[in-house]
């Protein structure tokens, strides 16, 4: 009888990592009361041993989003590793009409929580509580998200480590033998254990994939930014042979790969989704948090919500069961937030090691689909982030000018086709289709809501520390660690990222041995007409230490700018070796008249800008040097 109890005993426990039924308690777990909802996660079904928790989960969200109506919500899980594997389907109506929005990329989905009640996913601690995304994509062109907020307000996440069941990305070193002259298009790699073959970006198979080159545990001082290669070949074993090596690639491999034996590299592709992603959604928070291994941008945000705020959230590399560790934390970029409405905080992070840049902070503006009259018709659910009483500017697709300035929205109105008119305060002069719209009111910042980059630690990335277009906020007390294509880069970029950057203050901040570019640079990325191009405005560059900048480098460039103030910065030390300098700044620099010499690690003016206030500089050896090929009249 014994033998029997134990035998029906055991096969009532579950089995390892299988697939198990969800549990629908529709009930709030003990602890909790008429004000506060607590969900236990593992009373849904959400477990260590299910190879997939996603379906139980959305289970508990749907019920947690129905509870938040009345009560503060925990949903909270316990210690261990859970795995999330297919995506959810969920939907949110348009903050323009009542037109949804169906997502489905995502594993874990929190769509549509409106109410002003906090929502909290909570987990044990960092390493404690690891969610664990199975995959990187559905076999398609799309790359599936980890954790996504769609149109959601009051939701936080906290206190958990956020990772994925294989490297994104693979590395080895490149075999020297295979390397004999600049003209070859192919070179062998033999990649290191427990690493999957080199890959291809999802969206499109002719893309090209990212070489990041190492030497020990930092990026290669070397290494230009735009290293890609387009396919390969298996070759037996662990060697692959990569083809489709452009002049630059050709000719820095065979400079350096074919003479140092120590130098590693990182094939890095953009596989998949974000690790966390936020739609449209406001006063949401990510604390304690890491993240490793990200297919493709670590954090997103993007078009409209506001008050979005990140605290101890790191970005780290971290081994899956590999001999030998990984070079990078992960593919593509780390934090990138587009189109915020203001509020955006990003504090106490780190972001170590990943394969672009490290904070993206842009205005983005999206496409005229119509222009007539005072009326354009874009996107619905890319102009989520525009709003009636917005003031906006049109610019044009081929070189960034403002073609129309100063609209306001009077009106919008869906059209019921996937797109929405803007009815404006005055006529469409200049712009045609094709042309972009940005909105004065989804500037990361505001006038009356700043954002806030403080005592972050950005380093050993192969992109920027920080690339922004952001305008109305703070960025102050960080340390900027040798990232590839320098420190902090302000100003319009190219197309959607037109607008520029104004009332911004960089302050207190540590910048060491930024390797392609200045510690601080200001500038715009397209000059259609360098004489009146000073759309940066209202700057103030002030107290920040700048040492071992890259040599004929300068410390800070200013350009395309109209009155800033640049003080008090330190600059102490340059780096023991020249780098390469990025295409765009180069050339900028080479038609300034300004000597490499004059350039060592000193103030930079350009002879496009002008309001400058430049004083108190100090170099170790005495008082710090500007220079401009004009007096900055124009």
Not at 47 to 59: L, P
Not at 95 to 117: E, L, M, Q
Not at 321 to 328: F, H, N, R
Request: with cysteine.
């Amino acid at each position: 009888m014994k033998k029997t109890t134990v035998i029906l005993a055991l096969l009532s426990l579950p089995l390892a990592n299988t697939a198990m039924a969800c549990s629908q308690p529709n009930a709030c777990s003990a602890g909790s009361s008429s004000s506060y909802c607590k969900i236990t996660l593992a009373n849904w079904g959400v477990t260590t041993g299910n190879t997939d928790n996603s379906a139980c989960m959305k289970n508990a969200v749907n019920f947690a989003i129905n509870q938040s109506g009345s009560k503060n919500v925990d949903l909270v899980f316990g210690s261990g590793t859970y795995k999330f594997k297919d995506p959810v389907s969920v939907s949110v109506k348009s903050k323009h009409s009542n037109t949804n929005f169906t997502f489905t990329n995502s594993r874990i989905a929190v769509a549509g929580k409106t109410s002003n009640k906090q929502m909290t996913i909570r987990g044990q601690g960092i390493g404690s509580t690891t969610l664990q995304f199975v995959g990187f994509n559905d076999g398609t062109s799309s790359g599936l998200n980890g954790l996504s907020l769609y149109s959601s307000n009051k939701v936080a996440i906290n206190n958990m480590s956020l990772t994925y069941d294989k490297y994104p990305f693979t590395q080895g070193k490149f075999e020297r033998n295979s390397i004999s002259s600049k003209s070859d298009d192919t070179v062998i790699i033999a990649l290191d254990s427990g690493y999957d073959a080199p890959q291809q970006f999802i969206r499109d198979n002719t893309d090209k994939s990212y070489i990041v080159t190492f030497k020990g545990d930092v990026t290669y001082e070397k290494v230009p930014s735009d290293l890609k290669f387009t396919a390969s070949r298996h070759l037996g074993g662990n060697r692959y042979e990569l083809s489709g090596l452009d002049k630059t690639t050709r000719s820095y491999l065979y400079d350096y790969h074919r003479v140092d034996s120590s130098l590693k590299v990182a094939l890095s592709p953009k596989v998949g989704g974000e690790s966390l992603y936020f739609f449209n959604s406001s006063n949401v928070s990510a604390q304690n948090i890491e993240i490793s291994n990200a297919p493709a941008v670590a954090v997103r945000g993007q078009n409209g919500g506001s008050n979005i705020s990140l605290n101890n959230v790191n970005y780290k590399r971290k081994r899956i069961g590999s001999s030998v560790a990984p070079l990078m934390a992960g593919t593509a970029g780390g934090y990138i937030f587009q189109s915020i409405r203001g509020g955006l905080k990003i504090r106490n992070s780190t972001i170590d090691h990943n394969a672009d840049d490290s904070l993206g902070l842009f205005a983005r503006g999206t496409d005229l689909l119509r222009v007539s009259g005072n009326t354009v018709d874009v996107n619905e659910k890319k102009a989520q982030f525009i709003s009636t009483g917005d003031v906006v500017d049109l610019y044009d697709a081929a070189n960034s000018k403002k073609n129309d300035k100063s609209l306001t929205v009077n009106a919008i109105q869906s059209l019921g086709n996937g797109n929405i008119r803007l009815t404006f305060n005055k006529n469409v002069n200049n712009s045609v289709v094709g042309d972009y719209i940005g909105s004065r009111n989804a500037t990361i910042g505001t006038s009356g809501n700043r954002f806030l980059i403080e005592n972050n630690t950005l380093q050993h990335n192969k992109g920027r520390g920080i690339r922004s277009n952001a305008s109305y906020g703070d960025i102050r007390n960080n340390t900027i660690r040798r990232n590839g294509n320098g420190g902090i880069w302000m100003g319009g970029d190219a197309e959607h990222n037109s607008q520029c950057s104004l009332n911004v203050t960089i302050t207190g901040n540590n910048a060491v041995q930024q390797l392609h570019g200045p510690a601080i640079l200001v500038y715009n990325a397209i000059k259609h007409d360098p004489s009146t191009m000073k759309c940066n405005k209202n700057l103030t560059i002030t107290g920040n230490t700048i040492s071992q900048q890259a040599n004929s480098t300068p410390a800070i460039f200013i350009d395309n700018t109209n009155n800033a103030t640049i003080s008090n910065n330190n600059f102490q030390s340059e780096f023991g070796s020249a780098s390469a300098v990025k295409k765009v700044l180069y050339e900028r620099l080479r038609t300034s008249g300004i000597s490499a010499s004059q350039r060592n690690n000193t103030v930079v003016l350009s002879n496009y800008a002008k309001k400058l206030t430049v004083s108190g500089n100090s170099t170790a050896s005495g008082k710090g040097t500007s220079y401009s090929k004009t007096s900055n009249t124009r």
